[in-house]
């Protein structure tokens, strides 16, 4: 194949006379990533004069398989067509600067090398959905879209299209509307925000408002002002809320600004009825308005100073900032409540001062109003929140402002902002770095939010500071050995105490049948003392819905799941099945289908039972329960917290989420209904797991005035675990632990990979199981282990077959990546094994 498509002659007056010099212009190629689980990148052509307009990092739409195209992105620009294919054309250019910076795109490769996935996955996860626009993408007309300027021909016809029919997928628009190539009109019409691109329904997100008070324009004058006092001298209620509302806006004090008055605040502290106000807006003095709160707020904003630190802080800062003279990685282990957020917010001050970014990580659901607010009073407008439950236009905006001149200085977001573009990273904050959350599990890239943070950190050269009461044993140990800088802050802020634990034994009292419920006298007694000093309560239960299982009670039949293997979870406010695992629900059997029984009883109990037997036992106590059910969205979640700092709410019931991080004032019982039941995983870190979630809910007890109580309900109140927790002894813990890990062959002091192989039939799977095992065994020999049926052996009608492959710290993992992907592709060439799905889950949760 010939390279060179066409040659230009140009004349050219040289000193020796007329010379004829043949300026070849090449025909230029792009490598692109497609957002596609595929090895590899695709080269396409570029049209001719186009090689001026492009750039590595920008996104192209180009054509791939039949009739789809996709947004791709470039990572080079070449002269070498393919030898193995014909290359087709790029359709369209997407961006005149890069949207994939280099620094990203070599943070990318290594995490699809690490994590054992293609660069195809990690492009998926980072960008959000409305910049990478493929034909199945599904597009949302907006109906309150009124145009700035005419919209061009391709995008009315566009828009008429989706007004009759609101939703359509951009195959289906392509094909009514005759435009070739769409992507490009699509992608100005989201810019102009005259349609959205749809997004699963738990992401529809509305921000929380709140009614403000002003003056209307043209009361805005001292002449005018004083005219109304007079005016007002016979509605004296009246007067009295202007009085009130001069006082506290600041108004007439000199010159500042005035301060943003709340409708609320006006009534409380003008002890005026909302009637009276009304007449003041019905007379054109006031004006309502409403301010969105607790997310990106425009426009100026008016920042506080930083909180001085306490002497056991400043020490703490000032470890941290000596540890990173030789440290690129330090933990901060600071007790529940010690101020290690007002440590944070210190580093990051200084971090800003030398010119750099800082990203904060939290785990989603820790990443709640109360922090946003605490950091947004400091940085004000420096500070940019990128969450995943954000609506995915607001996303984008983050990430073009993140590439522009304007780009925030501070990102606090979850997982998946470590893949926004930096420029200036000097500090990344992964806060309660312990938490589970930080791995995603599906799809790929299963990452690690804490090690793509450490390794994000030092491709900038910057540092990375891993913050939490109940490390990670894989961080604590990294510390203790030198690999991290290690900093102990043991006391709470103001030296509250840490709450006192009083152990209950369940079994024995469920013996003499002395419990209520789940709920034993004691912590009946505590819960009634609570509510009459109008203090508050929280109940822990590791398991959501009402009952984990229903089991007849004849002959012990347990309702399953049809996808999945796994038993069905009652839900008795939608008296339903559901599978946790699919998500499937199944109607309540009236009778048992093995024996035809019909009494069907519940086993165990979960978030939704305790919350019934609570409202029985306590009717007059405000009760609500936080657990995935309860908050599918953000709104729902953050009104639940809001509820209980308000001191709406005198009993909040919920999963592990009631365990992050949050601070509320007027907690003085936590019961914990039933330790035992997170001992019961078959996971290695089961026992680590269930000392953090036990540290961290104690940690919600008694946070400002008094010590709190932990109620802590268990049938076997022997275990070593019980009495590590209630001594809040987290060295005993890891040391403990880590004897296990090391006898059994576990992190840290292995890394593990667990392969998974999925496939509809059975005996295929088990063919290619232990095929592909063996073949591992022949490379890596003992450290192979399986396969083995993972315990939900089956999910959304595939079946699953796990191998484990432990891997010593000194091994090279280059190698035995490169091992591994080559059994894979052995066993996929095989015709037997052609829909068989292999993946990998590299250091595992
Ligand atoms: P942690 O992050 O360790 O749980 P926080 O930083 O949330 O602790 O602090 C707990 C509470 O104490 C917060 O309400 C915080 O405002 C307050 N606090 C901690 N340190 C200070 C300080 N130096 N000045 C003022 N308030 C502080
Ligand atoms: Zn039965
Ligand atoms: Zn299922």
Redesign the pocket.
Known sequence: MNNVQNYKSLPIVGQGGLVFLYLCDMKKYVDVIVPLPIAGQYTYSLPEGWDEKVKEGCRVVVPFGRKKYYTAIITKVHETPPEEYETKDVAEILDERPVLLARQYAFWKWMADYYLCTLGDVYKAALPSGMKLESETVVVYNPDFEAVEPLTEREQSVMNLLSSETEQCITQLEKSSGIRQILPVIKSLLEKEAVKVKEELKRSYKPRTEARVRLTPGMQDEEKLRGLFDGLARAPKQLAVLMKYIELSGWGTSGTDLKEVTRKSLLEASGASSAILNGLTGKGIFELYYQEVGRLAKGVCNTVSL????PA?QQAYYSVLSLFATKNVCLLH??????????YIHLIDQVLKSGKQVLYLLPEIALTTQITE?LKRVFGNRLGIYHSKFPDAERVEIWQKQLSEQDYDVILGVRSSVFLPFRRLGLVIV?EEHETTYKQQDPAPRYHARSAAIMLASMFGAKTLL?T?TPSIETYYNARQGKYGLVE?TER??NIRLPQIELVDIKELARKKRMTAQFSPLLLQKIREALEHKEQVILFQNRRGFAPMIECRTCGWVPRCRNCDVSLTYHKGMNQLTCHYCGYTYQVPKSCPACGGVELVNRGFGTEKIEDDIRTVFPEARVARMDLDTTRTRTAYERIIADFEEGKTDILIGTQMVSK?L?FDRVSVVGILNADSMLNYPDFRSYERAFQLMAQVA?RAG?RNKQGLVVLQTKSPDLPLIHQVMANDYFRMYSEQLEERELFKYPPFYRLVYVYLKHWKEDVLDQAAELMASCLRKGLGERVLGPDKPPVSRIQTLFIKKIVVKIELDASLVKVRAYLQQVQRFLTEDERFRSLLVYYDVDPM
């Open positions: 909180n001085p630190l306490n802080q600071g007790v529940t409540s010690s101020g290690k957020t007002e440590i605490r806060d913050g009461a802050l802020y103001q991080g601070d940690g946070r």
